[in-house]
């Protein structure tokens, strides 16, 4: 069987220090085992304050890695918050996600998760009452449109990134990333993943998702969605950079080699590690 070629890969998700949740290194630590490994680029994502700044400070003291960062619209930044996305934006931001802890859907999975940022409402919806999307969730999707960043949905329920990706195809923005769909929320089924992608969504699969905990899917799941998707609407990541998790390019790399030897071929590989993650990047 041979060896996975990862040279030149992404890993678009990885959580680091400092942060309110434990994780195992710092910025400067991970981009340095980034720059070790044969990534060409990682991008940090923290649920409490931005990584455009941070990424930029990796990038500038680490060499042989480039480092992206990102904003995630929970309630530090004011939730569905058009001004910060515009700023994080101005300031290098390469993915805009919708809320994760502070989502809705996160709050009533994880209700004691959720209530740890001090805040007592029912979490953000990207909704309104009568369940169509809020005019700043337009806005938003509109400045990431017209920058080429990339949306991520998150963690928002099911019914949230369908009209996500709705609007999307009705304003051309091709740069919507379903965030991890086996993990929970979102929990999409297969047959939920490909209308996603019908309506021009890419997801994003996550090697962590596979570890015991959070232990959300399964090899056979992630080989059922590359059947039924094709890589060329996918990328992996990693999701990892928790303690009981392996640094983040062995995650990314067991997850390849895996699925190499469950018969992936190493070009649908390189589409989703490589390719894909590269164009909604914009390099």
Not at 140 to 157: D, F, K, N, Q
Not at 232 to 242: C, F, T
């Amino acid at each position: 069987m041979p060896l996975v070629n990862l040279e030149g890969a992404f890993d678009l998700h990885i959580h680091t220090n400092p942060s309110l949740i434990q994780r195992s290194k710092g910025d400067l630590e991970t981009a340095r085992d980034g720059a070790e490994s044969p990534l060409a680029g990682i991008m940090l994502k923290n649920h409490f304050e931005s990584t455009v700044g941070r990424a930029a400070t990796a990038s500038q003291a680490v060499e042989g890695i480039q480092v992206y960062g990102g904003l995630v619209l929970n309630t530090f930044c004011g939730g569905l918050n058009p001004a910060a996305v515009d700023t994080a934006i101005k300031l290098g931001a390469r993915q805009i996600w919708m809320p994760t802890l502070s989502s809705r859907a996160h709050k009533d999975k994880f209700p004691v998760q959720g209530s740890s940022q001090g805040a007592k409402d029912k979490g953000i919806s990207v909704l309104t009452e009568d369940n169509k999307l809020k005019p700043e969730v337009k806005t938003i999707l509109e400045l990431c449109r017209e920058s080429g960043v990339i949306l991520g949905t998150a963690h928002l329920t099911p019914a949230e990134i369908y009209e996500l990706a709705r609007l999307a195809r009705t304003t051309g923005f091709k740069k919507l990333l379903v965030t991890h769909p086996y993990f929970a929320p979102p929990r999409l089924s297969v047959k939920q993943q490909k209308e996603l992608t019908s309506l021009g969504a890419r997801l994003e699969l996550c090697g962590g998702n596979l570890y015991p905990i959070p232990g959300l899917a399964t090899l056979d799941n992630y080989l059922e969605t590359i059947s039924a998707i094709g890589a060329q609407n996918l990328i992996l990541s990693s999701d990892a950079g928790q303690p009981r998790k392996s640094k983040p390019y062995e995650v990314l790399r067991v997850f390849a080699q895996c699925l190499v030897e469950k018969g992936i071929k190493q070009e649908d590989i390189d589409l989703m590690t490589k390719k894909v993650p590269a164009e909604l990047l914009g390099d």
